[in-house]
């Protein structure tokens, strides 16, 4: 090596100092180990994989599981799903069935709480009527096109 090139050498390995690169490499180590850290520990609440008693009300609960979608999955419904998430609603489903609350009313409860995402089973309302309204105006336009482009020739 030139002595020119040593010393460009030398400059830039002493831009930074060893306890710098040192304090670098530590805070870099304790970034990518925070995602261990936030792993869950709570254990599952006493209802998300425990039936009820009441055949008749597991059967209720079971159908309101199956038509309710898990937030964290997004393609489980809650019966179907692990996560913790899914079984805290779980819990709640069961425990509000057992109560002798209505199902409906239960979905009604976890859509205003989660939003109308949870359901399967969407329901128009001022927010979501634009979801069944544009396919129809879609197939209307598709169809006028269409017989302004081929009912002329008949």
């Not at 309710?68 to 509000?96: K, W, Y």
Request: proline share 8%.
């Amino acid at each position: 090596m030139t002595p020119a090139r040593k010393t460009r050498h030398r400059t830039l390995r002493a831009t930074l100092p060893r306890t710098l690169q040192r304090a670098l490499m530590a805070a870099l180590v304790l970034c990518l180990g925070a995602p261990l850290a936030a792993q869950q520990s709570l254990p599952p609440a006493p209802y998300a994989d425990r039936q009820l008693d009441d055949p008749v009300q597991e059967a209720a609960a079971q159908e309101l599981m199956a038509s309710l979608r898990c937030l964290e999955c997004q393609s489980q419904a809650i019966d179907d799903s692990n996560s913790p998430m899914a079984g805290d609603m779980r819990h709640q489903v069961r425990i509000r069935i057992a109560a002798g609350e209505d199902p409906e009313a239960i979905r009604g409860w976890l859509m205003e709480r989660y939003g109308d995402y949870v359901s399967y089973t969407p329901q128009v309302s001022a927010t979501t009527w634009p979801l069944f309204a544009v396919p129809l105006l879609i197939l209307l336009v598709a169809g006028a096109i269409f017989w302004r482009r081929f009912g002329k020739r008949a």
